[in-house]
T-cell receptor, first 115, second 116 residues
Framework: GENVEQHPSTLSVQEGDSAVIKCTYS??????FPWYKQELGKGPQLIID?????GEKKDQRIAVTLNKTAKHFSLHITETQPEDSAVYFC??????????????FGKGTLLTVNP | GAGVSQSPRYKVAKRGQDVALRCDPI?????LFWYQQALGQGPEFLTY????????KSGLPSDRFFAERPEGSVSTLKIQRTQQEDSAVYLC??????????????FGPGTRLTVL
């Protein structure tokens, strides 16, 4: 099955700096890569996603890059703000067993943005 | 509109008790997923429904876990004879479509289960 590795497990940055989180996946059939933000006591919330036919996607301060050959993808947050502090999860998804689109998640990165 | 809701938000059970966790997906969403999230870990897939059909239950850890979605909307995850290792947050997610291209899953707030 799919295996997703995520690094680093914790990341502390100063407000205004950039943050980068990296993930690798094992299943070359995976074709959808979302990033979720989870705040304490809440469910994961999608912040950006990328499909395998695209190399990079940007949405304001957030960008994701995908290298299918190397099977890795990264989240970039620029001009970080204290409200960006949360746990971030990468995930990979592939079609399997008919219409099943289960997500396989990384272990998460605790991002702390210091004012 | 309303998002995915789950109840109860917190559940404390004594070892050996049965529990039932409820998920109300976004209205009209075809796909429904259950995930288990242990402390400090990412969510792990348990089971998947397309409407009322349970198409994948490969992630259920044992036969003590059972899920249903009889009318293709609300879903219940039942755990029989709870064990301490069942303590986790149980997340429900729904998605508009049941086939074709993978798309966003919308997560509920989760139910935190603590087994004493």
């Amino acid at each position: 099955g799919e295996n997703v590795e995520q690094h680093p497990s914790t990341l502390s940055v100063q407000e205004g700096d950039s943050a980068v989180i990296k993930c690798t996946y094992s299943d070359s059939a995976s074709n959808y890569f979302p990033w979720y933000k989870q705040e304490l006591g809440k469910g994961p919330q999608l912040i950006i996603d990328i499909r395998s036919n695209v190399g990079e996607k940007k949405d304001q301060r957030i960008a994701v890059t995908l290298n299918k050959t190397a099977k890795h993808f990264s989240l970039h947050i620029t001009e970080t703000q204290p409200e960006d502090s949360a746990v971030y999860f990468c995930a990979a998804q592939r079609r399997s067993g008919g219409s099943n689109y289960k997500l396989t998640f990384g272990k998460g990165t605790l991002l702390t943005v210091n004012p | 509109g309303a998002g995915v809701s789950q109840s109860p938000r917190y559940k404390v059970a004594k070892r050996g008790q049965d529990v039932a966790l409820r998920c109300d997906p976004i209205s009209g969403h075809v796909s429904l997923f259950w995930y288990q999230q242990a402390l400090g870990q990412g969510p792990e897939f348990l089971t998947y429904f397309q409407n009322e059909a349970q198409l994948d239950k490969s992630g259920l850890p044992s036969d003590r876990f059972f899920a249903e979605r009889p009318e293709g909307s609300v879903s219940t995850l039942k755990i029989q004879r709870t064990q301490q290792e069942d303590s986790a947050v149980y997340l429900c997610a729904s998605s508009p479509y049941g086939g074709g291209t993978p798309n966003e899953q919308f997560f509920g707030p989760g139910t935190r289960l603590t087994v004493l």
